[in-house]
């Protein structure tokens, strides 16, 4: 069952304050723990893995012409 | 120095450590004498003395044949003539240094390789010093993240794990070796050269001529089957040009033993990220004679030679003993730099020469896969080899070599390089991952499973041609699966079922309540004449069974329970201890029926003899 808008917003807002209080030293063992943390929560594998690449997709900067 | 040539083998690489005995002079060492074996000269050199006397060279055809030339005295060059003797099996080592291997090495005996240990009768020499173990702990800098629980019971005849250093292991099997007359080990022996002649096939008259280099100069050798098991640079593996393929890792261990007499028990501990090794790991092991074991990572920018200095590691050591709080007074032994690999040989087997152990593959230290997945190769090949050479089965039976044991092999990569990838990230994203997993799992139950050091364990050859699938209508709910290694059940005190495998020299048959069956136990007899030894399963106690050989007392019904088996139902077990079918009960002449076609199928020979001859 996806999330509400509102839940949605929630939760975009929540992140954001606690990468700011993770800060620039730790902000990525957060998130790198926290995706393992959401991923066990999902139960479900490709659903999971599918994020990753979701995620992963137009990184950066964009390519040039 | 001798006049062994020994520089040809050399790499420039040499100082890592990948498991093979290094050529080296003897050291003087805390708690171990290196014994120094005498080179004595062979049959083979006094033939061709008495030929040149003659003015002659000797001709190759007059060489005496060994049925086997295992290369290299290692543990599975030796467990390998040891498996072989048991079969009957006469074979030469040819070992190309003057004493064991130095320092501990490959220090973790697994319950399986104890149980090979048992099969060659050599069990009992290990238990006087091994130091036995079941758990150990995982910390992150101070906090403890895992707790390792390997699984044991009453059951159980061996530890999950017993700690030995490899030159006490090569001790012990060397022991037994000089009082088996099948054995000929041969000290100071190195083979350099190689050719194949005639057909590589089994029923074939072909051969393998190995030229041995000595103190006293080279000499031709004749065998009829030659095994490799010599070490990670193989000396064989280069002369059949042969190379490894795989993945290696980046990360640099320093290894060292030194001798302290800390109560400390047995148990491994790994820490992760301590401030003795900022970023890196540490691992630490108990061994016999008060000797301990310590495993660092070294940093990615660390100087060799640096950190390879005395100095340097006592420094780095009494760092760690006093950060853990040990005070006890210690004393540094043996050093080692070393680095892991996924790699193997793509085939086991080249026509007559078979590869065994770090000759046939690399794996990371680990989970302790090294030394012990090389007993399971020399395991493996032993009875096969035995079998072919007494006319039992064919050539196909040899390749099945390759399938069951580079399937182990790829088992084996499977969990140490996740192991690897762990211990030692190779980039900030394995890093990261593995930090995210060391700080949740302060917290979080399922997540201390990323942190499991996934120890060696059996494998089961599941997919092997020779093994008899288990009928899904069987619906086994427990028991060894067929190709698993027969387990073991406590039947009365200090009695397990394993038991019935000792000093047996092929195919065994258990046979469960066969007297309460409607044929009782008369309608089994044939097998025997197929070469099959047949254990009976009863419930009787020690004492009814005490006349009866071929009588398995099992006076509780505990292996009935543990391997769900009813009046009727059968296991057929190999020479190697794996089981290669499980039948339930049917009508006698049918189950005998079953059985044969089972053991058909495990000596390769199912398809050559289930072909109509004419119809």
């Not at chain 2, 003015?55 to 295992?70: C, F, K, Q, Y």
């Not at chain 2, 467990?79 to 072989?84: F, I, K, S």
């Given at each position: 069952?996806p999330l509400?808008?509102?839940q949605s917003?929630a939760f975009?807002?929540r992140?954001a304050?606690?990468?700011d209080?993770a800060?620039?030293?730790?902000?990525?063992?957060?998130?790198a723990?926290?995706?393992?943390l959401?991923?066990?929560a999902l139960?479900?594998?490709?659903?999971?893995?599918?994020?990753?690449?979701?995620?992963l997709?137009q990184?950066?900067?964009?390519?040039p012409r | 120095m001798?006049a062994?040539a020994?520089g040809g083998?050399?790499?420039?690489?040499?100082?890592y450590?990948?498991?093979?005995?290094?050529?080296?002079?003897?050291?003087d060492s805390?708690?171990?004498?290196?014994?120094l074996f005498?080179f004595?000269r062979?049959?083979?050199?006094?033939?061709?003395r008495a030929?040149?006397a003659?003015g002659t060279?000797?001709?190759?055809?007059?060489?005496?044949?060994h049925?086997?030339a295992?290369?290299?005295?290692?543990?599975?060059?030796?467990?390998?003539?040891?498996?072989?003797a048991?079969?009957?099996?006469r074979?030469?080592?040819l070992?190309?240094d003057?004493t064991v291997a130095?320092?501990?090495?490959?220090?973790?005996?697994s319950?399986?390789s104890?149980?090979i240990f048992?099969?060659?009768g050599?069990d009992?020499?290990?238990?006087r010093?091994?130091?036995p173990w079941?758990?150990?702990t995982?910390?992150?800098?101070?906090q403890?993240?895992?707790?390792?629980?390997?699984p044991h019971s009453p059951?159980?005849?061996?530890?999950?794990m017993?700690?030995l250093?490899?030159n006490?292991?090569?001790?012990?099997?060397?022991?037994?070796?000089a009082?088996?007359?099948?054995i000929?080990?041969?000290?100071?022996s190195?083979v350099?050269g190689m050719a194949?002649?005639?057909?590589a096939?089994a029923?074939s008259d072909?051969?393998?001529?190995?030229t041995?280099?000595?103190p006293?100069g080279e000499y031709?050798?004749?065998?009829r089957?030659?095994?490799?098991a010599?070490?990670a640079r193989s000396g064989v593996?280069?002369?059949l040009?042969l190379r490894l393929?795989g993945?290696?890792f980046?990360?640099?261990y320093?290894?060292?033993d030194f001798?302290?007499?800390?109560?400390h028990?047995?148990?491994?501990?790994?820490?992760?990220d301590?401030?003795?090794?900022p970023?890196?790991?540490v691992l630490m092991?108990?061994?016999?004679?008060d000797?301990?074991?310590?495993d660092?990572?070294?940093?990615?920018?660390?100087?060799?030679?640096?950190?390879?200095?005395?100095?340097?590691?006592r420094?780095?050591?009494a760092?760690?003993?006093?950060?853990?709080?040990?005070d006890?007074?210690?004393?540094l032994?043996?050093?080692?730099?070393?680095?892991a690999?996924?790699?193997?040989l793509?085939d086991?087997?080249?026509g007559?020469?078979?590869?065994?152990g770090?000759?046939?593959?690399l794996?990371?230290?680990?989970?302790v896969?090294?030394?012990?997945s090389?007993?399971?190769d020399?395991?493996n090949l032993?009875w096969?080899?035995?079998a072919?050479?007494?006319g039992e089965?064919?050539?196909a039976l040899?390749?099945?070599y390759t399938p069951?044991?580079?399937a182990?092999?790829?088992?084996?990569f499977?969990?140490a390089r996740?192991?690897?990838?762990?211990m030692t990230?190779?980039?900030?994203?394995?890093?990261?991952?593995?930090?995210?997993?060391?700080q949740l799992?302060l917290?979080?139950d399922?997540a201390?499973n990323?942190?499991?050091?996934?120890?060696?364990a059996p494998?089961?050859y599941l997919d092997?041609?020779?093994?008899?699938?288990?009928?899904?209508?069987?619906?086994?709910?427990c028991g060894p699966?067929?190709?698993?290694p027969?387990?073991s059940?406590q039947?009365?005190?200090g009695?397990?079922l394993t038991?019935c495998?000792d000093h047996?020299?092929?195919?065994?048959l258990?046979v469960?309540g066969a007297d309460?069956?409607r044929n009782g136990?008369?309608a089994?007899q044939?097998l025997?004449?197929d070469?099959?030894a047949?254990?009976?399963?009863?419930?009787?106690s020690r004492d009814?069974a005490?006349g009866s050989p071929?009588t398995?007392?099992?006076?509780?019904?505990?292996a009935?329970?543990?391997?769900?088996?009813r009046d009727g139902?059968?296991?057929?077990?190999?020479?190697?201890?794996?089981?290669?079918?499980?039948?339930?009960a049917?009508?006698v002449?049918?189950?005998?029926?079953?059985v044969r076609?089972?053991?058909?199928r495990?000596l390769a020979a199912?398809?050559?003899e289930?072909?109509p001859?004419?119809?």
């Amino acid at each position: 069952m996806p999330l509400t808008t509102e839940q949605s917003e929630a939760f975009y807002d929540r992140l954001a304050e606690a990468i700011d209080r993770a800060g620039p030293q730790d902000e990525s063992l957060f998130l790198a723990k926290l995706a393992l943390l959401l991923a066990h929560a999902l139960g479900n594998a490709r659903t999971a893995e599918a994020a990753i690449e979701q995620a992963l997709a137009q990184l950066g900067p964009a390519p040039p012409r | 120095m001798a006049a062994i040539a020994r520089g040809g083998l050399r790499r420039p690489d040499r100082q890592y450590d990948h498991g093979m005995h290094e050529p080296r002079t003897r050291t003087d060492s805390l708690y171990f004498d290196y014994p120094l074996f005498p080179f004595r000269r062979p049959p083979e050199m006094e033939l061709a003395r008495a030929a040149a006397a003659g003015g002659t060279a000797p001709a190759e055809a007059a060489l005496p044949v060994h049925p086997v030339a295992i290369v290299g005295g290692g543990p599975s060059g030796l467990v390998l003539a040891l498996e072989l003797a048991r079969f009957g099996v006469r074979s030469v080592v040819l070992e190309a240094d003057e004493t064991v291997a130095e320092g501990s090495r490959a220090a973790c005996v697994s319950r399986r390789s104890m149980e090979i240990f048992r099969g060659v009768g050599a069990d009992g020499a290990f238990l006087r010093e091994a130091l036995p173990w079941t758990h150990g702990t995982s910390y992150w800098r101070d906090q403890p993240v895992f707790r390792l629980q390997m699984p044991h019971s009453p059951d159980e005849r061996f530890h999950p794990m017993a700690n030995l250093q490899q030159n006490m292991i090569e001790e012990v099997l060397v022991e037994r070796i000089a009082h088996c007359p099948l054995i000929e080990l041969r000290w100071q022996s190195r083979v350099v050269g190689m050719a194949q002649r005639g057909a590589a096939r089994a029923d074939s008259d072909g051969w393998v001529l190995l030229t041995v280099d000595t103190p006293e100069g080279e000499y031709p050798l004749r065998a009829r089957w030659v095994v490799a098991a010599d070490g990670a640079r193989s000396g064989v593996r280069q002369l059949l040009a042969l190379r490894l393929s795989g993945e290696s890792f980046e990360g640099r261990y320093l290894i060292a033993d030194f001798r302290m007499a800390s109560p400390h028990p047995t148990e491994r501990r790994a820490w992760f990220d301590p401030p003795t090794n900022p970023g890196h790991t540490v691992l630490m092991h108990k061994m016999a004679r008060d000797m301990w074991r310590i495993d660092y990572q070294l940093a990615e920018d660390a100087d060799e030679a640096v950190e390879l200095s005395e100095t340097r590691v006592r420094e780095r050591i009494a760092q760690h003993l006093a950060w853990i709080g040990e005070d006890t007074p210690w004393t540094l032994d043996w050093t080692r730099l070393y680095k892991a690999h996924c790699l193997c040989l793509d085939d086991y087997r080249h026509g007559r020469v078979f590869f065994i152990g770090d000759a046939a593959h690399l794996v990371p230290i680990f989970g302790v896969r090294g030394m012990n997945s090389s007993l399971a190769d020399a395991n493996n090949l032993g009875w096969k080899l035995a079998a072919v050479l007494d006319g039992e089965a064919g050539d196909a039976l040899l390749d099945s070599y390759t399938p069951e044991r580079r399937a182990a092999t790829f088992d084996v990569f499977a969990n140490a390089r996740r192991s690897t990838l762990f211990m030692t990230p190779p980039t900030r994203g394995w890093r990261l991952m593995r930090d995210a997993a060391l700080q949740l799992s302060l917290s979080h139950d399922w997540a201390r499973n990323f942190v499991n050091p996934r120890q060696s364990a059996p494998y089961d050859y599941l997919d092997s041609p020779l093994t008899t699938p288990d009928d899904p209508h069987d619906d086994w709910r427990c028991g060894p699966r067929a190709g698993a290694p027969l387990a073991s059940v406590q039947l009365s005190p200090g009695r397990f079922l394993t038991d019935c495998l000792d000093h047996v020299t092929g195919f065994t048959l258990i046979v469960f309540g066969a007297d309460a069956t409607r044929n009782g136990r008369a309608a089994w007899q044939p097998l025997v004449r197929d070469g099959i030894a047949l254990r009976f399963v009863e419930r009787v106690s020690r004492d009814a069974a005490a006349g009866s050989p071929d009588t398995v007392a099992d006076p509780q019904g505990c292996a009935q329970a543990a391997y769900d088996a009813r009046d009727g139902d059968c296991v057929l077990v190999r020479p190697d201890g794996h089981v290669c079918a499980r039948l339930r009960a049917s009508p006698v002449d049918r189950q005998l029926e079953r059985v044969r076609a089972a053991m058909r199928r495990a000596l390769a020979a199912a398809d050559s003899e289930e072909q109509p001859g004419c119809r």
